[in-house]
T-cell receptor, first 110, second 114 residues
Framework: QQPVQSPQAVILREGEDAVINCSSSKALYSVHWYRQKHGEAPVFLMILLKGGEQKGHDKISASFNEKKQQSSLYLTASQLSYSGTYFCGTEDNYGQNFVFGPGTRLSVLP | NAGVTQTPKFQVLKTGQSMTLQCAQDMNHEYMSWYRQDPGMGLRLIHYSVGAGITDQGEVPNGYNVSRSTTEDFPLRLLSAAPSQTSVYFC?????????????FGPGTRLTVL
């Protein structure tokens, strides 16, 4: 079952913050976050495995709620390089069948 | 260390033609998968493999075949191309099950079916 992402798109100015949400109707083993720039392949950002987990690097971080049904990706003090489409991904069928959300298009303007 | 490689980068087919998209990885990853991405949409899983000799269907397997005779290679075969198969195809690999591991993506193959 495909996870739900929100918002579908967001436009920011450099230096502003953004939050992208990913949710599922059932508890998940894990949630992944990927970023894809136009015309390129998706690139892994991070994976969260435990309920209540928070992790991040640089100014991009993510959280996984205690029930493991929702994750949020936080982008702080956004840079032009953050522009792209962000996908969350989760497992289906006992961890073998991987499913991506529909994506959130992030545009950072100067 | 080349990572995940895909060939060709671009391909144009006529309806009814068949072809094979090649994918190879040199990271000794057990899990490999094929996704398609249609304009403005997310990635949908076509087929995946958890190891040599083992393949299974993903979300959108119809019209595609795969095999995994070696750990390194995971070709995707289009049996009889249709315009609905026009898409960008990405191959990905991960150390083990995708649910628990980072997936590394190839650069993609852009396929147009006329």
């Amino acid at each position: 079952q495909q996870p739900v992402q929100s918002p579908q798109a967001v436009i920011l100015r450099e230096g502003e913050d953004a939050v992208i949400n990913c949710s599922s109707s059932k508890a998940l083993y894990s949630v992944h976050w990927y970023r894809q720039k136009h015309g390129e392949a998706p690139v892994f950002l991070m994976i969260l495995l435990k309920g209540g987990e928070q992790k991040g690097h640089d100014k991009i971080s993510a959280s996984f709620n205690e029930k493991k049904q929702q994750s949020s990706l936080y982008l702080t003090a956004s840079q032009l390089s953050y522009s792209g489409t962000y996908f969350c991904g989760t497992e289906d069928n006992y961890g073998q069948n991987f499913v991506f959300g529909p994506g959130t298009r992030l545009s950072v303007l100067p | 260390n080349a990572g995940v490689t895909q060939t060709p980068k671009f391909q144009v087919l006529k309806t009814g033609q068949s072809m094979t998209l090649q994918c190879a990885q040199d990271m000794n990853h057990e899990y490999m998968s094929w996704y398609r991405q249609d304009p403005g949409m997310g990635l949908r899983l076509i087929h995946y493999s958890v190891g040599a000799g083992i393949t299974d269907q993903g979300e959108v397997p119809n019209g595609y075949n795969v095999s995994r005779s070696t750990t390194e290679d995971f070709p995707l075969r289009l049996l009889s191309a249709a315009p609905s198969q026009t898409s960008v195809y990405f191959c990905a690999s991960s150390l083990e099950l995708a649910a628990y591991n980072e997936q590394f993506f190839g650069p993609g193959t852009r396929l147009t079916v006329l």
